[in-house]
């Protein structure tokens, strides 16, 4: 079985883990297919226009699922990247996450940090970005904090699988990033297992993987 080592560091996803992303996305999304916010948006961005012009009049967003269509997921992260740290800070946690999870974290006693991917301000957009709203919900929601908040593209996330020659475990909830980190600790010898594929509101499930890993 694989163990980790003294200096195994824990690195946590943001999105789909803590926080509600999909919540305040589908919120965002409605209230603009619906046409009650967002109007100065839309006449300044031509692939807002585009997507609602994608989308059937009288379109609701339902689920999380919804959210994978192109042209919602067009239209939100456009919306988003007009003010995107207004909106991560705003959004609410994800119970379980805040409750069961973060707490069996922290009393790991390993070093813990917060490594979330962004969204692009708009170009030449001055306003908070995404990496300041998820350093600001951080502040608010989780205590004790993390030792660090890395924002990093997710294609960029497997440059942390491992410290000095020692192998790191990642929470996420994207299976494309846990099957490159797994890919990347697999090729240095220490196997696949150390990134493990978190359920949205499965936080035991997710403890049950860091237990078997010696946590």
């Not at 824990?10 to 919540?23: E, R, S, T, W, Y």
């Not at 999870?101 to 708009?122: D, E, H, I, K, Y």
């Amino acid at each position: 079985p694989l163990q980790v080592d003294a200096n195994t560091q824990i690195f946590c996803d943001m999105d789909g883990v803590l926080v509600d992303f999909a919540v305040g996305a589908i919120e965002l999304a409605n209230s603009i297919i619906s046409g009650a916010y967002g109007a100065e948006f839309i006449q300044r961005s031509k692939s807002m226009r585009r997507a609602l012009r994608d989308i059937e009049p009288g379109f609701k967003v339902q689920s999380s699922s919804d959210l994978d269509i192109p042209e919602v997921r067009n239209l939100m992260f456009a919306a988003i990247g007009f003010n995107p740290g207004k909106f991560f800070a705003g959004l609410p946690p994800l119970q379980d996450g805040l409750s069961t999870l973060w707490p069996f974290l922290m009393s790991s006693g390993r070093q813990v940090s917060l490594l979330t991917a962004p969204v692009n301000n708009r170009r030449g957009l001055l306003a908070p970005t995404a990496g300041d709203g998820k350093k600001a919900w951080a502040k608010e929601w989780l205590s004790p904090a993390p030792s660090e908040v890395i924002i990093s593209p997710a294609r960029n996330k497997p440059d942390y699988a491992i410290t000095n020659g020692v192998p790191n475990i990642l929470i996420d909830d994207k299976a494309s990033t846990i099957h490159a980190w797994n890919t990347v600790t697999e090729e240095a010898g220490f196997g696949r297992g150390y990134g493990i594929l978190h359920v949205t509101s499965s936080s035991a499930q997710t403890i049950q993987a860091l237990r078997a890993l010696g946590i």
